[in-house]
């Protein structure tokens, strides 16, 4: 979990990991040598972190690895300290990957909430398809996004030059070297939507998010060798199968809803 400043979420944060249960977890924290009282609400459940430390970085992609050099376990992600992790999604994807031993990543929805927790819409995917990712159609969500830790032998760790966009690069280092990435459909994780979270402010289509998510659009689409006629074409196309799967869910909760 890397951290910095943001007092006002990362107790919830916290206690959406160690409220897992998870028999066999690995909890670090790296924090940026925040000023606010992040530090003392991490001191308030360090019995159940594994690691934390509390210094200068140069910023959320270095802390990131800071945190994936110490780790351990088989399977790695991380969660930012504004987010959250619903109830037994830990549970979910451990048994998921035991019983898909092919499996190198799996990603699964996302609930967008505000700072309240309040939900402000689901973030329903699609099975992985390297077109729709590529027209950002299909995007994965981070917070509900897991893989196995021997991917960082091949891929290496994330690029720190990198303030925004970094999961996106890593995420399409990942299929580039061709590891298997599967989609669980369940909401395993929730985004926090805020006036100062990288998400909301990649909202505005004119800003430095945007610039430097096209930039790396454009690089993996060299490297895939795929044109913009197939782009164009699968963006149509993984918008409208979208759209159906979202009017589909709707529809099956309306139904459950009726019965009860």
Not at 93 to 121: L, P, Q
């Amino acid at each position: 979990m890397p951290s910095y400043n943001q007092g006002q979420f990362i107790e919830e944060s916290i206690q959406s990991v160690i409220n897992q249960n998870y028999p066999n977890l690995e909890f670090i924290i790296i924090d940026g040598d925040s000023n606010d009282n992040t530090v003392e609400i991490i001191k308030k459940y360090q019995n159940d972190i594994t690691f934390w430390v509390s210094e200068k970085d140069n910023g959320q992609t270095h802390a990131i690895n800071k945190g994936f050099k110490i780790a351990t376990g088989d399977i790695i992600t991380w969660l930012c300290s504004d987010d959250t992790y619903l109830s037994e999604t830990l549970l979910t994807v451990g048994k998921h990957f035991r019983k898909n031993n092919s499996a190198d990543f799996v990603y699964g929805n996302a609930r967008a909430v505000n700072i309240n927790g309040e939900t402000i819409k689901e973030i329903r995917c699609l099975k992985f398809n390297i077109l729709s990712f590529l027209a950002r159609v299909n995007t994965i969500p981070q917070p509900a996004s897991f893989y196995r830790k021997k991917i960082l032998d091949t891929v290496g760790y994330l690029d720190e030059s990198l303030y925004l966009g970094m999961d996106y690069d890593f995420f399409a280092k990942i299929s580039l070297h061709g590891f298997k990435i599967q989609f669980l459909n369940k909401t395993l994780a929730t985004y926090r939507y805020h006036a100062n979270s990288k998400t909301v402010l990649g909202l505005d289509a004119t800003n430095e998010h945007n610039e430097t998510m096209n930039a790396l659009r454009k690089k993996y689409i060299r490297l895939y060798n795929v044109s913009f006629t197939q782009l164009f074409f699968a963006k149509k196309y993984f918008f409208l199968l979208k759209k159906f799967k979202n009017i589909k869910q709707y529809w099956i909760f309306r139904k459950s809803y009726a019965k009860k």
